[in-house]
């Protein structure tokens, strides 16, 4: 086999073709095989989010605690975040996905890198894995592929995990209760798609793969709710369009 190359992945031609039936759009292999190429054309902001990712890991990460990317695909935030540690910080980073192809490769991209810091990699859906004595936990476009009736207690979870002073980095593609600015805003990100070299059939198969999938929530609803679970701060800290990052952190012990 050739040498695994992280830098050099195929090009997302996945809704190139009229398809006659289309499925759901599921995290699979062929989803895998192109996720770096896919997410930087569709995500504006998504490296800029990685990187922001990194300097708050940097500023909130605490000795012998453990750090979370849940949702991992294929462990960018995770390899993010340990960059930003020192070499012989005793802590763990936990990367979760429930998509098995994710994670075959998300090892591929682990083991090109080298560290004394361990990531784990765990097959689960987030709802059902445990979180514990976490400094940073990052979901990064993943509580949106959750059952909304499922996305509170997941938030409380996390929030319950947190050391006080922890944090969570939540990102999310967003939606307008406002028409005008839904329209408009929804334009700019097909803008910012077709400038990336996607077709209109592209972007309209896709769309449709990710209806009932992809449940976006607006900027106002997640605040609610991150406040309602406890998090004594909360506010974007990073907006493109309708993708939005978000900086929630747990209040000291009184
Ligand atoms: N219930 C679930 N449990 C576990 N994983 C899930 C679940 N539902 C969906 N996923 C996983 O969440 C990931 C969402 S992608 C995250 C990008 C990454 N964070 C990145 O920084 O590159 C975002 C996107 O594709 O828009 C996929 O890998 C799913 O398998
Ligand atoms: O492509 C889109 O329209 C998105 O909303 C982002 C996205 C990116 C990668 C997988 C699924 C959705």
């Known amino acids: 086999m050739d040498t695994f ?3 050099n992945t195929p090009r ?5 073709q009229p398809a006659e039936a289309l499925g759901a759009f ?14 930087r054309r569709s995500v504006p902001g998504y490296q800029t989010i990685l990187a922001g ?6 500023r909130y990460w605490q000795p012998g605690s453990r750090l979370y990317d849940l949702g ?25 996905d429930n998509s098995e192809a994710m994670l075959v490769r998300a090892r591929e991209y682990v083991d090109a890198y080298r560290s004394d810091i361990p990531i784990e990699l ?8 445990p979180i514990e004595n976490a400094s940073v936990v990052v979901m990064n476009f993943t509580l949106q592929f959750i ?4 996305r509170e207690a997941l938030l409380q979870r996390i929030y319950d995990g947190l050391r006080p002073g922890g944090v969570l980095i939540l990102s999310e593609k967003i939606h307008f209760d406002d028409a005008a600015i839904q329209d408009a805003i929804e334009h700019l990100h097909l803008q910012f798609k077709r400038a990336n070299g996607y077709s209109e059939l592209e972007i309209s198969q896709k769309r449709s793969a990710l209806e009932n999938v992809l449940i976006t929530d607006t900027l106002d609803t997640h605040l609610a709710r991150l406040h309602r679970v406890g998090f004594a701060h909360v506010a974007p800290w990073f907006q493109a369009y309708n993708f ?10 009184p």
């Open 5 to 7: 190359d992280p830098h």
């Open 12 to 16: 997302d031609t996945l809704f190139a």
């Open 26 to 39: 599921q995290f699979d292999q062929s989803v895998a095989a192109v996720f770096p190429d896919m997410i």
């Open 53 to 58: 990712i990194g300097e708050l890991t940097a």
């Open 72 to 96: 991992c695909s294929l462990g960018a935030a995770a390899l993010t975040m340990r960059r930003q540690l020192p070499e012989e910080a005793e802590c763990t980073i936990v990367a979760v």
């Open 122 to 129: 765990v097959c689960a859906d987030v709802c059902d894995i």
């Open 147 to 150: 059952d909304p009736a499922q």
């Open 244 to 253: 939005a990052s978000l900086l929630c952190i747990k209040g000291e012990a």
